[in-house]
């Protein structure tokens, strides 16, 4: 029979155990960016053997972008193997409980000229790192112009374990967020084990288009691979207004009430931490179980390897 494992909601901490680790400060860099951006890639749904054209799939838009310190050189936003690591989402942002975070942002989106921010999900901050924008009474915190930069002061409290969005949250959100500026904070729990693979899902309707990690349709979504043994973490999440199902083909879970599931729902701006110790080789789909949007691009491949 199939070992079950546990499905860890908005930032319930892991029953595993794991050495103990002492509070750090974290720096990241990150600019908001304009980009010309390609939902397909390959121009090809395989699955249903569609084909489209770069005028229906590549669109210009603004993104989080990972710098190395004072925005010298860009750098991969996700550990390789862990998502789209090029453009979407925004830089994976990891921490402990007890840590603190110093996100330093840059807006340099010339393109649209627009102001951004970054608002966080799950984590203890002040007023001046809140990042959301209220007209009358926001600070620049939330309101970064083209060429201005803010630095966001927070810290990973004794509930933030779990997988949290981050967004955009300036005047002008829901066009920054329908064109990909969001990203996921990673925080684990103060002595818990850290996984031997980390994957990151975000599900976000794009146009015509649902996609994960920014991609549509298999051979454009992040391709994610294990080995029989390994101790795997999805953090998932959805953006939108939309709700999304995650699915994996092949494997199960426990919810935080016991209950045996392969699914799990995810509403806007919600996430989702599921773990397990990998024992099934394979190649096996992952995917939103909603029809329509699976048809329309949410899906990909996980593929797991034998010892």
Partial sequence: ????????????????????????????????????????PNGHDAIMGMEYTPAE???????????TKQWRTPIANVPAGSGNSDLMPGPLIKARVGDKL??????????????????????????????????????????????QTWTYKLTAGDDSAGAWPYHDHGPEMEASIDGGMF???????????????????????????????????????PVFHSRVGDLVQWDVMAMGSEHH???????????????????????PAESLRVRWREQDPGTWLYHCHVETHMAAGMVGTYQVKRT
């Fill in 245 to 267: 199902t995650f699915h994996v083909h092949g494997h199960r879970w426990r919810d935080p009430n016991g209950v045996p599931i392969d699914t799990a729902t995810v509403g």
């Fill in 57 to 67: 799939t590549v669109f210009g838009t603004t993104v989080y972008r990972r710098y």
């Fill in 183 to 221: 990203g996921m904070l990673s925080i684990l729990g103060k002595h818990e084990r850290a996984p031997d693979r980390e994957y990151v899902v975000v599900f976000s309707p794009m146009g015509k288009f649902q996609a994960i990690d920014g991609r549509a349709f298999v051979g454009n979504t």
């Fill in 102 to 147: 110093r996100i330093h942002f840059k807006n340099l989106d010339t393109a649209f000229n627009r102001p951004h921010s970054m608002h966080f999900h799950g984590v203890e901050y002040k007023p001046s790192s809140d990042g959301a924008y209220l007209p009358g009474y926001s600070g620049k915190d939330a309101d970064v112009k083209p060429g």
């Fill in 1 to 40: 029979m199939r070992r079950l494992t546990t499905v860890v909601l908005l930032g319930a901490a892991s029953v595993l155990a794991a050495p103990s680790a002492s509070a750090a400060t974290r720096e990241y860099w990150v600019a908001a960016v304009p980009v010309t951006f390609n939902i397909v």
